[in-house]
């Protein structure tokens, strides 16, 4: 809101006045001001310094005296005054007209628009005056009141759920009505479709105010429900404004077009439609789509062009869509165009001149080009001089020469020229078979006639069996005999899938459903045999599957993306080669063998496979593993697929052996997987992975796609989760056990400090223990609890593990790592502490107390042992070496599960290679040790201990019925064993 505008008008109007400022897209500022009379005028001013246009509403007040036309004449043209909009500057009046008038008597209100003038969108939804009817309302007040009219219209479909009841044209022409200013209202006849199955309505109207987007919104929405179509949608044309340029651009230059829109939208996008084509633009090489959103424009998308060439001609629609309704804009780029290629050839293919006497012969060139044009072409023939230039009317330009037989190079070229001056050229050398060459017989094959032709020459033809583009070439060898011909003749239908793949990379087309179509166009279309024109279908094949990788770069396609797999496969396995060796490119790598014994690399992958008869055929592709869904939790992708096939084969079983890379930065173990075209994920049926220091060697017993994942962390092995499972259970049923004797000998046991303290030790080691396989048990299916009961087993674990060696001696440390440092704590899908490397991770909070405790115990025990050993036999009499021997081994027994020693592994497995051969020894030790820890306690604890075990068999002997004088005699006389 902009206050004091057009000072010197207040004095005279006796009002305030209100100044409203918005910058349209031409820069310039339109202003709307209002006085509280009853005569509205438009006065159009403009600002000397900046050249701004303002454009101002006045109301002023009138009666039978005193025109309107007076008031306004007082202003006259040149008239200065001063503004403030942000800043005071002067305006110059320009012109003024009156758009609105209303006449009012008593408490009755006759408004209406002047000619050229209509109502506003606010007086028509807020007021129901719409259109150009007179309104009896008080409006005068509305800002802005009458506006210019401004073309605009709308294009609606609506696809019907139901039969054509007969009502759908009134309903549309009763609903649409309800916009303002609309003029026109035309509904097409029903149509059908012949892929939906459903009958289609469309319908037109134009209108002479802009569409208020939430009124047109609400319309649609209720034209759907009333017409009960299964969809609708409408179109608008003349709300958007697209900025392009307005010239003829230069052929390969970078152009830019911006398409701005001054209310929020959903989405937003860019279309390219030529005669009979129409496709949607994605970043690409030639295509980037950008936004470029402001404050005056929420809505705004801008599309940069390179390289312009005859791909990117032709009409560029952008549009913003929300809801039901999406606003559109177009315009024509365009381009001075010139051929993107041009094909070159002559009839006859040789000059002839091997009669003697032939001074000159003549050569019909031809020039193909893709499309005609705007441009004029002319020919060159050696140092001649230039024809003039004529239009190319056609696609097809054809040149009578004359050789001259005594010159043995004749180049011919042919020079295209834009309305812009700009120009591409094409040529062609003609070679020349004089008398005395040595040359190659003429021959006949397949219908093409191959002349006869010089040594080291090669000749080439556009002629193609029906049904097929492209071209054959042939060479004249040095012995005068032919080679083999080479053929790039595809079938028309795979071409056209081939430029559909070019156009994608490119940006013109890049959807997810032209992706699938371009595939499945692939696989129907190829004819994959072992004529030289399958090859060349190969050819193309491979080529688009290596174009749609490097597209990968630019759209990320979805799971939609598995017929990559598919038509790989399909490819490799309908190939039927006898020669040829393979075809390698950048990204993609094609090999076959016959050999019994095979052995390929390909793209450093050693492949090797041992069959008794047939044609192995392997190909491998880049850049296509991180489109596939990694159904494996916690690996990482490696960069390469490869696809092998067998074919003729009749062995029944088979094993294939391929050598990957290895990720030297990745210790832990590889997945072997397959990708299974039925389920569409990764699987490791079959496949056994071994991993040396440089590579991962896969064995599998089946042919299919094969990749390698990378394990982020150690892989859970289903027999140590079996030997886990078993040991945590017979732990907790020991442990309970052993606890229940503790309480029923603990009187009898108890005799001295000593005992007491080392009983209570053992006993709460035994409870934490108990308490912390419960946990691990209640974890052991991350996936069946919920995330807070996750965490909760994750810290009773961590507790209960760490009281079980120092009796609450580390609580604090879950509780400071927990609370007091940054980084996660537990892993979600394991449930336990996070390993992140050495020293980093919160396993450590767990590892570095319980490594200072069980180096402590250890150096307990040695001390026992050291004692024993030093310790002589009452009498003084030498220690007998067995009876030594023999209190060493039972200490070491006794105290190293109590003591917890064998926890001391899993520091060697964490500082251990996986690759080492010892690695699954001490995996296995480690699970089956601490795993069945508690069964050991209960052993130690209970059946090696004398005193418990005399206690145990008293108490079971009464209960039994014995006396109590045998138990104390049984319990003397061992007593005295001793």
């Not at 008398?435 to 190659?440: E, V």
């Not at 309970?736 to 006993?763: D, G, P």
């Not at 690695?919 to 820890?933: E, K, R, V």
């Amino acid at each position: 809101m902009v206050t004091d505008a057009l000072t010197p008008f207040t004095d005279e109007l006796m009002t305030d006045m209100d100044v409203v400022s918005e910058t349209n897209p031409l820069l310039r500022v339109r202003m709307w001001t209002r006085a509280f009379i009853f005569l509205i005028a438009t006065i159009y001013f403009n600002q000397v310094i900046s050249g701004e246009i303002y454009v101002a509403e006045l109301t002023v007040e009138s009666n039978v005296t005193l025109e309107a036309s007076t008031i306004l004449s007082s202003w006259t043209d040149g008239s200065v005054f001063q503004v403030t909009s942000g800043s005071t500057h002067q305006v110059t009046l320009e012109s003024r007209e009156i758009t609105a008038e209303c006449v009012v008597i008593g408490d009755e209100y006759n408004c209406s628009c002047s000619g050229g003038y209509v109502w506003s969108n606010e007086v028509c939804y807020d007021y129901e005056c719409c259109n150009n009817t007179a309104c009896l309302k008080n409006v005068s007040l509305v800002a802005p009141l009458c506006i210019p009219p401004v073309n605009v219209s709308l294009n609606g479909t609506a696809i019907l759920s139901a039969t054509v009841k007969g009502t759908e044209t009134t309903t549309i022409q009763d609903l649409l009505t309800k916009l303002n200013g609309v003029i026109n209202i035309n509904v097409l006849p029903p149509r059908s479709s012949p892929t939906i199955n459903n009958n289609i309505i469309d319908f037109i109207a134009n209108a002479s105010v802009r569409f208020n987007t939430t009124k047109l919104q609400e319309i649609v929405t209720k034209l759907k429900s009333d017409l009960g179509a299964q969809y609708t949608f409408v179109d608008t044309h003349g709300m958007v404004t697209i900025v392009a340029p307005n010239n003829t651009v230069d052929y390969k230059s970078n152009q830019s077009l911006r398409c701005e829109f001054d209310e929020s939208t959903d989405f937003s996008g860019w279309n390219l439609s030529r005669p009979y084509e129409r496709f949607e633009l994605n970043t690409g090489r030639q295509v980037t789509l950008l936004p470029c959103s402001s404050a005056n424009y929420p809505s705004c998308i801008n599309v940069t062009l390179y390289n312009l060439t005859g791909i990117l001609a032709g009409i560029y629609e952008c549009g913003f869509t929300k809801g039901l309704v999406r606003h559109t804009a177009s315009t024509k780029l365009d381009v001075a165009l010139l051929p993107d290629s041009i094909t070159m050839t002559t009839d006859p293919l040789i000059a002839d001149c091997s009669k003697d006497g032939t001074p000159s012969v003549q050569v019909t060139v031809n020039a193909t080009i893709p499309v005609k044009g705007d441009f004029e072409f002319r020919w060159f023939h050696n140092e001649d001089s230039p024809v003039s230039w004529s239009k190319a009317a056609t696609e097809l330009q054809q040149k009578e020469i004359t050789i001259e037989c005594k010159k043995k190079e004749n180049t011919v070229k042919i020079s295209f020229k834009n309305k812009n001056q700009q120009n591409v050229t094409g040529s062609i050398n003609i070679p020349v078979l004089t008398a005395g060459d040595p040359f190659c017989k003429e021959e006949k094959i397949d219908d093409v006639v191959w002349p006869k032709t010089p040594l080291r020459v090669t000749v080439v033809t556009t002629k193609c069996p029906p049904g097929r583009v492209g071209e054959r070439q042939r060479s004249c060898g040095n012995s005068s005999n032919w080679l083999s011909v080479l053929s790039s003749c595809v079938s028309e239908e795979l071409k056209k899938v081939s430029n559909a793949a070019d156009n994608f990379l490119q940006g013109v087309g890049a959807t997810q459903e032209v992706a699938l179509n371009i595939f499945e166009g692939m696989r129907n279309n190829s004819n994959l045999g072992n004529s030289t024109d399958g090859i060349a279908d190969i050819r193309a094949s491979v080529n688009i599957i290596d174009t749609m990788a490097q597209a990968t770069k630019y759209i990320s396609l979805t799971e939609d993306v598995f017929p990559y797999i598919n038509s790989m496969e399909v490819l490799v396995k309908e190939i039927q080669i006898n020669t040829s060796s393979g075809f390698n490119s950048t990204n993609v790598e094609l090999s076959f063998c016959s050999r019994d014994d095979c052995n390929l690399t390909i793209f450093d992958i050693g492949v090797n496979l041992n069959k008794t008869n047939g044609l192995m055929k392997v190909m491998a592709m880049k850049n296509l593993m991180d489109k596939l869904e990694n159904n494996y939790e916690n690996t990482e992708r490696t960069g390469l697929i490869l696809s092998a096939t067998l074919v003729n084969n009749s062995d029944s079983n088979i094993t294939i052996s391929m050598l990957f890379p290895a990720d030297k930065d990745n210790n832990n173990g590889p997945l072997c997987v397959f990708w299974n075209t039925k389920l569409n994920k990764w699987s490791n049926e079959g496949c056994i992975a071994n991993k040396t220091e440089n590579y991962t060697l896969c064995e599998c017993t089946h042919l299919t796609s094969f990749s390698v994942l990378m394990s982020k962390s150690d892989i859970s092995e289903p027999a140590l989760d079996i030997i886990t499972s078993i040991g945590v259970a017979v732990s907790i049923c020991c442990l309970v056990l052993f606890l229940i004797v503790e309480w029923m000998v603990w009187s009898a046991v108890i005799k001295t400090h000593l005992s007491h303290f080392r009983h209570t030790a053992v006993v709460n080691i035994s409870v934490f223990l108990l308490l912390a396989d419960c946990s691990f048990l209640a974890s052991s299916n991350p996936t069946s609890i919920s995330e807070t009961m996750c965490l909760s087993l994750t810290l009773c674990k961590h507790l209960f593990l760490l009281a079980m060696f120092a009796w609450m001696l580390c609580l604090s440390c879950s509780y400071v790592y927990y609370n007091y440092t940054d980084t996660p704590y537990h892993n979600e899908k394991t449930c336990w502490l996070i390993y992140e490397g050495l020293l980093r991770g919160s396993i450590y909070s767990f590892i570095l107390p319980v490594g200072t405790i069980v180096l402590g115990n250890l150096f307990s025990m040695v001390v026992v042992i050291v004692t024993l050993v030093k310790t002589s036999v009452p009498d003084g009499s030498k220690v007998d070496e067995k009876e030594t021997a023999k209190g060493i081994l039972k200490v070491v027994v006794l105290l190293t599960p109590v003591f917890g020693l064998t926890w001391g592994i899993g520091f060697f497995l964490l500082m251990l290679d996986p690759t080492s051969p010892i690695y699954p020894f001490l995996n296995y030790s480690f699970t089956i040790f601490n795993a069945f820890q508690g069964l050991f306690i209960f052993l130690v604890g209970c059946l090696g201990e004398q005193k418990v075990r005399e206690e145990l068999l008293r108490i079971l002997k009464v209960k039994s019925g014995q006396t109590d004088s045998l138990s104390k005699s049984t319990s003397t006389a061992v007593t005295k064993a001793k």
